[in-house]
C-alpha cells in the first residue's frame, strides 16, 4: 500500500459485468473500514434473502471487493461528490465469493 492511500470493502453480486462495477447507476453502494464487517453484513444478508424464499432461490453468489483509493485530498473529494468513486481507485480485487 503506498502511503496516503485508503483500504477500503464493499461487496457487488457476481453477475454484475466488472467493466460496468464503478460506473454511477444511481443505486448506492454501501463501504466498509474491515474486511470482516462486509463479510458480515454479506452473511447476514444471504440469511435473511434465504428466510424468505419460497420455492426459488433468490440468492446469486455475491463478491466482497477490496479497493485502494487514492489519498484523500480536497480535489479527491471533489472528484469523488462530481464523478463518484471510480476515478479514484488505484486498485481494485475480489477477495472473496460468497455463493
Known sequence: MQA??????????????????WKDTGIPSFFFAELEEVRQVVLELREEVASEEEKEPS???????????LAPTA???LTLLNEGIG???????????IA
Open 4 to 21: 496516503g492511500t485508503m483500504i477500503l470493502y464493499t461487496y457487488s453480486r457476481e453477475a454484475e459485468p466488472n467493466e460496468d462495477r
Open 75 to 77: 480535489q479527491n473529494v
Open 87 to 97: 476515478p479514484l481507485i488505484q486498485r481494485y480485487e475480489i477477495v472473496e465469493i
Open 59 to 69: 440468492w446469486s453468489p455475491v463478491r466482497i471487493e477490496r479497493i485502494e483509493l
